[in-house]
Structure formats: C-alpha cells, structure tokens
C-alpha cells in the first residue's frame, strides 16, 4: 500500500490521475495540495474539491497551497486547459471546502505522522514541496519517495524549446526539491509525450457514460476542440495519470540514475533540466532515477480497467 500526498494544479490530465489514483487499490490517498500552476491556486484548490465532490470522496483533506512562485512571476496554461482549469466546464456548487492549513503545513504534519510510508506525487509545480523543505530542512530524511511529473531530459520542452512547464513554472522550486537528497523519481516528458490518447478512443472508452466517464469527456473535448488544432495535434497526452501509475507500477517506466539540475539563470533556458548521465562529466553522484522509455500501450490499458473497474 502507498500513502500518497497528491500535490497538484488541476488541470485536465491532472483531473485524469485523480480519478485513477482513487481507482487504485494500491493507493491510499492521505491528502491533496494545491498550487498554482495551470491555473491560479484559488482555482486550483476548487476543482480539486470539485472532482472530491463528484465522487463523493470529502473525507480526503484539500489544502490550499502558495499562490505564488518562489522568485520568478506566475505563469499559467489556461491556453491548454481552459479559463478554469478544467476545459470551461461548468462546475457545480462546491459544497467541500479547503482545511485552514496551509499546504506545505499538511506535507510536513503527515510525512511525521507517517515516518518513511509517505510518497509526495507532484503533478504540478514544485512549490509547496519546496517551501516545506524550507520550514522543515530535515523532512526529506522521513519520505519514502518523491514522483514528479516534470521535465524534458532528452527531448524539447513543452512552454519553450527548453523546458518543460512545471520546472518552468518554479525552476528555484524545483531547484531546491532535487538536491533535497530524498528519493527521487522524475517522469518526463521524455515518456509521457509518447502516452497518448486519441479523441475517438475517448469517446469509444466513455460511451457508456456514468460520472467519471462523462466527466473525462467533457474536460478533453476543450483540449481537442480548442488546443490541439492550433498546434495540429491530434492526440491527448497522458503526463499525470502516468507519473501516478509509476507510483505502484514502476515497471511501466524504464530508469536511468542521472544527476539533474535546473538552468536558474538564462534568459532563453531558464527552467531547463540539465541531465548528466556518464560518470565522467557528471559534477555529482546521481540524484534521481529518470524515465527514458515506456510502455505506452500497457499503460492505456492500465487506465481503462482501472476507471472501468472503479465506475461501471
């Protein structure tokens, strides 16, 4: 069993891991952190409580986490995922509401609560992680394991042709959270661009209807109808579900131990994720595992069954 802290920024594909992540058997999830990211964390934090509502799921705690960057100004994506973060569509009266405590206050208060059992998934910029690293230095000795969704080792970035979004968003962030010295795992857009869902499959797989079924529908169709065409796209890339999946599958994912750091400086590359892999050049030991390759098709039907299982 993994106690998991989701930290995130809903987001539409971040939308789609919640849903797997509470298909899962293998996963209990302790919390979920919000951060601003695709769109500003006040919005963020309601649609996570809104996809909680949807499935009547109120006994998982909802923390509201920094609305700002650590250095650099916000950025967003709501070109991708719509005004609201989940494809403009309408969301219903929130009934749910956040804890008072602060985000990065609820990582610290559960990682000790559940000395060694706790993985953070960061599916969102890696702020409130690194500002929980800032109040408490020691807590990375108490995590079992951090899995990010962010980054492009070995492949263009994804908000410039250097770096992927969520590194972009907070580099110092994420800065600060890779050399934590924590266990560290890093899905990057070197495999999750290559998990894709096609429109007519999503409509194929949700025609049966039901609340998570529709739901997914409704969140994508902004992302086909709206984003893709402009970058003649024709698929869905599945970075979050993937990242999550890695969690109690990580055999999904092939690894590599690199030692990566972040471009905090440049005015072209700032936010990049600079991997060195060859003992020769490398300036430290490893400090994460990074994905290199994928099992794509394994994966897509892992998320099927599992959102088949879960809501038919």
């Known amino acids: 069993m993994h106690r ?13 891991a919640f849903f797997l992540a509470l298909a899962s058997p293998e996963i209990q999830l302790e919390a979920i952190t919000t951060v601003s990211g695709n769109v500003d964390v006040e919005q ?3 649609n996570a409580l809104t996809l909680l509502q949807l499935l009547d799921r109120g006994d998982i705690p909802v923390a509201r986490g920094s609305r700002y960057p650590i250095v650099r100004t916000p950025v967003e994506a709501t070109e991708v995922h719509g005004a609201n973060g989940l494809g403009n569509i309408e969301l219903p009266p929130l009934k749910l509401q956040p804890i008072a405590q602060h985000a990065a206050d609820l990582i610290i208060e559960k990682v000790h609560q559940y000395p060694g059992e706790i993985t953070l998934v960061a599916i969102g910029p890696l702020t409130n992680l690194a500002l929980a690293l800032r109040k408490e230095p020691g807590l990375a000795q108490h995590v079992r394991e951090v899995v990010i969704m962010g980054g492009a080792v070995r ?3 994804n908000v410039t042709p250097c770096a992927e979004f969520n590194i ?6 994420a800065h600060m959270v890779f050399h934590a010295g924590w266990p560290l795992r890093l899905v990057s857009l070197d495999v999750t661009q290559l998990v894709t869902f096609a429109r ?16 997914i529908r409704q969140v994508t169709s902004f992302y086909f109808e709206r984003f893709a065409p402009f970058y003649g796209i024709s698929t869905f890339q599945m970075h979050d579900p993937l990242c999550l999946a890695t969690v109690f599958q990580p055999d ?6 690199a030692y990566v750091d972040v471009e905090l400086h440049g005015t072209l590359t700032l936010g990049e994720t600079v991997a ?5 050049n490398r300036p430290d030991k490893p400090n994460m595992r990074v994905s290199s390759a994928v099992d794509a098709e ?15």
């Open 4 to 16: 998991i802290i989701l930290d995130t920024d809903p987001g539409i594909d971040d939308a789609l």
């Open 44 to 46: 963020t934090t309601r």
């Open 155 to 157: 492949v263009p970035g």
């Open 168 to 173: 972009f968003a907070d580099p110092h962030a």
């Open 200 to 215: 007519e499959h999503i409509e194929e797989f949700t025609r049966s209807g039901g609340v998570v079924k529709d739901c």
């Open 252 to 257: 999904l994912v092939t690894w590599e131990e």
């Open 276 to 280: 060195y892999f060859n003992d020769y």
């Open 298 to 312: 394994r994966f897509i039907r892992l998320y099927v069954e599992r959102i088949e299982q879960a809501w038919t």
